[in-house]
């Protein structure tokens, strides 16, 4: 079966470090994506791992274990700007994307 | 135009009703996407297209539709439109169709089905 598990919501404090977690389930597997959604707004893409490993892009990154069916975003130095739903997205054997519902984040100063 | 267009953004529309959310994107990528989003739920894949010319079915592609006649157009319709199809739709594109690459989404298409 295809699952993706992550957090409904989750609350940090500005400044702070947040990490939001993202578990699959699949038999095929060709890549995990993160995107950012801001109320209202469309998805952007943050980051896309296929090796197991941490891939660090500024103030974000994202760890994938592939053995584990597991996947991370990390998020330092928050801002209230950071303030937004998180999806996690897995890219299955045929090579489609099959999205979790997404982690809302609070941010407070 | 710069990157995926959607219209309307928004469109309340009476149940039985026939309606077609425009999709234009200027990035001469491959393949394009229709979404949709619900509460608590994830993105789900309408239709999709890896390259002009040619469509397919994506996880929940009861009563809709769609062509793919050139590069940049994507037309999403409801021929009768149901309360059940109120949803915010968002059109989406990758310059690397059944690979790897970024999705690139439009702003959303707000539908109200009465």
């Known amino acids: 079966g295809q699952n993706i598990d992550q957090p409904t919501e989750m609350t940090a404090t500005e400044g702070a470090i947040v990490q939001i977690n993202c578990t699959y389930q699949?038999?095929?597997?060709?890549?995990l994506f993160w995107y950012q959604q801001h109320a209202g707004e469309a998805p952007t893409f943050l980051s896309y791992?296929?090796l197991d490993g941490l891939e660090e892009k500024g103030r974000f990154s994202s760890f994938l274990s592939r053995s584990k069916g597991y996947s991370y975003l990390l998020l330092k130095e928050l801002q209230m700007k950071d303030s937004a739903s998180y999806l996690c997205a897995e890219m299955d054997s045929n090579y489609q994307l099959i999205w979790g519902a997404g982690t809302k984040l609070i941010i407070k100063p | 135009i710069a990157g995926i267009t959607q219209a309307p953004t928004s469109q309340i529309l009476a149940a039985g009703r026939r309606m077609t959310l425009r999709c234009t994107q200027d990035m001469r990528h491959n393949a394009m996407y229709w979404y949709r989003q619900d509460l608590g739920l994830g993105l789900r894949l309408i239709h999709y297209?890896?390259?002009?010319?040619?469509?397919g079915k994506g996880e929940v592609p009861d009563g809709y539709s769609v062509s793919r006649a050139n590069t940049d157009d994507f037309p999403l319709t409801l021929a009768s439109a149901v309360p059940s199809q109120t949803s915010v739709y968002f059109c989406?594109?990758?310059?690397?169709?059944?690979?790897?690459?970024?999705?690139?989404f439009g702003e959303g298409s707000r539908l109200t089905v009465l």
């Open positions: 989406a594109s990758s310059d690397s169709g059944g690979g790897t690459g970024e999705l690139f």
């Open positions: 699949t038999s095929g597997f060709n890549g």
């Open positions: 791992n296929v």
């Open positions: 297209s890896n390259t002009a010319g040619t469509t």
